[in-house]
Every structure is written in structure tokens, then in C-alpha cells.
């Protein structure tokens, strides 16, 4: 039976984002003044951690975080959000995650440097304490150790727990054939062209580049986030294409992440993939309109909300 309050276990990374706006990114060796700064929780695990809280799931966070102050504050907004942090292990020998991030204000989109840190120790031993949980399903991304991914595919393989892999950040290397099978493998255009080599660019060009990405990874279901192209799924046989929602752009940072979490947010609450995609879609879609990652997060209020004024039939 699929739980009505999916637990979800999401081993992955969390990072403090130090988010920098300014009115146009500068050029090599240029300096351009910025209009703003701030200090926020990031990381792509967290980001989805606390998405899972908002639309309605348990969420229990794995991920390492140093002994320093960004860490203690992380751990402390992760509680507050509701997340269960039990499994959130404190690192003394390197700083807590660190993202720059540089926003365009004029078109909403970023740049980000991400400097792992504590992340970078995230280990299997700690993955397998972590599945002391319980969880119904797990959401792994690639901001943690290869071996901490591949150990918590094996973990829930052995259990029978589906894994849903938000496959970013992508490297032309990463080991894809040493993961056990996933329910739902989901990168966005970019990582897609990373892992195939192939560039979807059009209908034709993303179905060879799913294609040839199913023959790298196995997976019941995959699901390729293209902006504003809107989202490309593939199961082996068919494909659809579900279109982008007309909104205003603000700020894409964490979009993919929130998505995701969306995405198995509602998988695991009613067992429908195309239904899940579409509730993904609105999620990402709402969260581009607001600025920041955390201040981003839709609620299922605002989902609900968004559905209703647009007349949208899941």
C-alpha cells in the first residue's frame, strides 16, 4: 500500500549558500557591482529536504555538515523545518558546504561554485545508519561521494525501497553502470548532454539522448527537466513531452531540487508517474517566481492554489 505520508530519505548534500545579486555577471577579469548578499541554507539534499516538509511528506535527512557556525545554523533551521536530523553527522575535519551563487536580475538565472566540505565525507557507514529509518523511498543526488550514492542504491535494493536519483551535478565519468536499478533517474538538459553526449535540442535529439542515457543506467522511469522547454519523460517505450508553465522568472537556484522532491513527493503518494511529472512541473514552475532557494519552496496550498487558477487537470 502507498503510504498517504511517504517517508523519503534523501542522502545527499547541504551546503550555506552565499547568494550574490547583481544586475549582470561579470566578464572575465571584469568587477561589476552587486545589489544585494545574503546568507541562506542550500545544497541540493537540503533544498529537496525541506521541499519534502512543504508538500506534505516526512522527510529524514542524511548528510555532514562541519563543527563550525554555517553548520549549527543549518542543523538548526533543518529541525525547525521539521525534518528529522537524527542522521546529520558533524565533520571536524573540513568547513560545512559552501555554494556562490550569482544571480542575474535580469533574467533569474545563476552561477554557482560549490565548494563540497563537509560533504565530501559522507560515508556508506553512515548511509546504512541511516536507513535505519525506515524510509518508503529514497532521493539521492550527486553532490556526495560516488560510493555513499552507489552504497545507498545498494541498501535499498536489498530492501525493496525505490530510489529516485536527481542525477546533478553531472560528470562524464561518474560510474552510472555501478548503480543498482533506480525507480525514477531524472537530469536536467545539461547533465543529460554530460552523461550522453548527445545534445537535446529537439524532440528527435532528446529521445536518442534518453535512449542511449537507458542503456547507461537502469531505471523504470526517466525524467528530463529542460526549463523552459518544460519536461521530457521516457520509459523505455514511450516518451511525452510536458510543457513548460508561462510565469515570470526570478531566480532558477534550486528549481531542479524542488522538482525533484515534487516529483516524489507525489510519485509516492498516489503510484502515478505522469501525474507526478505534472505536480513536479508546477512546483518548479512556481518556485522560479521567487528569489532564494529556501524562500523558493511552493507549499501544496500554493500548488493547489496555482492548479485551480489555471484550470490545470493533473
Given at each position: 500500500?502507498?503510504?498517504?505520508?511517504?517517508?523519503?530519505?534523501?542522502?545527499?548534500?547541504?551546503?550555506?549558500?552565499?547568494?550574490?545579486?547583481?544586475?549582470?555577471?561579470?566578464?572575465?577579469?571584469?568587477?561589476?557591482?552587486?545589489?544585494?548578499?545574503?546568507?541562506?541554507?542550500?545544497?541540493?539534499?537540503?533544498?529537496?529536504?525541506?521541499?519534502?516538509?512543504?508538500?506534505?511528506?516526512?522527510?529524514?535527512?542524511?548528510?555532514?555538515?562541519?563543527?563550525?557556525?554555517?553548520?549549527?545554523?543549518?542543523?538548526?533551521?533543518?529541525?525547525?523545518?521539521?525534518?528529522?536530523?537524527?542522521?546529520?553527522?558533524?565533520?571536524?575535519?573540513?568547513?560545512?558546504?559552501?555554494?556562490?551563487?550569482?544571480?542575474?536580475?535580469?533574467?533569474?538565472?545563476?552561477?554557482?561554485?560549490?565548494?563540497?566540505?563537509?560533504?565530501s565525507y559522507l560515508s556508506p557507514v553512515d548511509v546504512e545508519e541511516a536507513f535505519t529509518s525506515l524510509p518508503d523511498c529514497v532521493l539521492l543526488q550527486f553532490e556526495i561521494p560516488d560510493k555513499a550514492v552507489i552504497a545507498a542504491t545498494e541498501y535499498a535494493a536489498e530492501k525493496g525501497i525505490p530510489v529516485i536519483i536527481d542525477a546533478g551535478p553531472a560528470r562524464a565519468d561518474y560510474p552510472l553502470n555501478k548503480l543498482y536499478p533506480c525507480e525514477i533517474f531524472?537530469?536536467?538538459?545539461?547533465?543529460?548532454?554530460?552523461?550522453?553526449?548527445?545534445?537535446?535540442?529537439?524532440?528527435?535529439?532528446?529521445?536518442?539522448?534518453?535512449?542511449?542515457?537507458?542503456?547507461?543506467?537502469?531505471?523504470?522511469?526517466?525524467?528530463?527537466?529542460?526549463?523552459?522547454?518544460?519536461?521530457?519523460?521516457?520509459?523505455?517505450?514511450?516518451?511525452?513531452?510536458?510543457?513548460?508553465?508561462?510565469?515570470?522568472?526570478?531566480?532558477?537556484?534550486?528549481?531542479?531540487?524542488?522538482?525533484?522532491?515534487?516529483?516524489?513527493?507525489?510519485?509516492?503518494?498516489?503510484?502515478?508517474?505522469?501525474?507526478?511529472?505534472?505536480?513536479?512541473?508546477?512546483?518548479?514552475?512556481?518556485?522560479?517566481?521567487?528569489?532564494?532557494?529556501?524562500?523558493?519552496?511552493?507549499?501544496?496550498?500554493?500548488?493547489?492554489?496555482?492548479?485551480?487558477?489555471?484550470?490545470?487537470?493533473?
Amino acid at each position: 500500500m502507498i503510504p498517504k505520508k511517504p517517508r523519503i530519505l534523501v542522502v545527499s548534500s547541504a551546503n550555506m549558500d552565499f547568494i550574490q545579486h547583481t544586475d549582470r555577471a561579470p566578464y572575465p577579469g571584469e568587477t561589476v557591482m552587486g545589489t544585494s548578499y545574503d546568507y541562506l541554507p542550500g545544497g541540493k539534499g537540503a533544498n529537496s529536504a525541506i521541499a519534502l516538509t512543504f508538500l506534505g511528506a516526512e522527510c529524514i535527512f542524511c548528510a555532514r555538515v562541519g563543527a563550525d557556525s554555517n553548520g549549527q545554523r543549518l542543523r538548526t533551521i533543518y529541525r525547525e523545518a521539521g525534518i528529522d536530523s537524527r542522521f546529520i553527522f558533524m565533520e571536524r575535519k573540513a568547513p560545512t558546504g559552501l555554494a556562490s551563487v550569482i544571480v542575474d536580475n535580469k533574467t533569474g538565472q545563476n552561477q554557482i561554485i560549490v565548494f563540497p566540505g563537509a560533504n565530501s565525507y559522507l560515508s556508506p557507514v553512515d548511509v546504512e545508519e541511516a536507513f535505519t529509518s525506515l524510509p518508503d523511498c529514497v532521493l539521492l543526488q550527486f553532490e556526495i561521494p560516488d560510493k555513499a550514492v552507489i552504497a545507498a542504491t545498494e541498501y535499498a535494493a536489498e530492501k525493496g525501497i525505490p530510489v529516485i536519483i536527481d542525477a546533478g551535478p553531472a560528470r562524464a565519468d561518474y560510474p552510472l553502470n555501478k548503480l543498482y536499478p533506480c525507480e525514477i533517474f531524472s537530469p536536467n538538459e545539461t547533465e543529460l548532454e554530460t552523461y550522453t553526449g548527445i545534445a537535446p535540442k529537439n524532440t528527435e535529439s532528446c529521445l536518442r539522448a534518453a535512449i542511449r542515457l537507458a542503456s547507461m543506467v537502469e531505471a523504470k522511469y526517466y525524467v528530463i527537466k529542460m526549463g523552459s522547454r518544460g519536461v521530457f519523460y521516457y520509459d523505455g517505450k514511450y516518451y511525452n513531452i510536458i510543457p513548460a508553465h508561462d510565469v515570470d522568472v526570478v531566480d532558477t537556484t534550486a528549481a531542479g531540487d524542488i522538482f525533484t522532491a515534487a516529483l516524489a513527493a507525489e510519485y509516492m503518494r498516489t503510484g502515478d508517474i505522469m501525474r507526478a511529472v505534472r505536480y513536479a512541473n508546477i512546483a518548479g514552475a512556481i518556485s522560479v517566481t521567487r528569489a532564494g532557494a529556501l524562500n523558493s519552496v511552493p507549499t501544496e496550498r500554493d500548488i493547489a492554489e496555482f492548479i485551480e487558477n489555471r484550470g490545470i487537470k493533473l
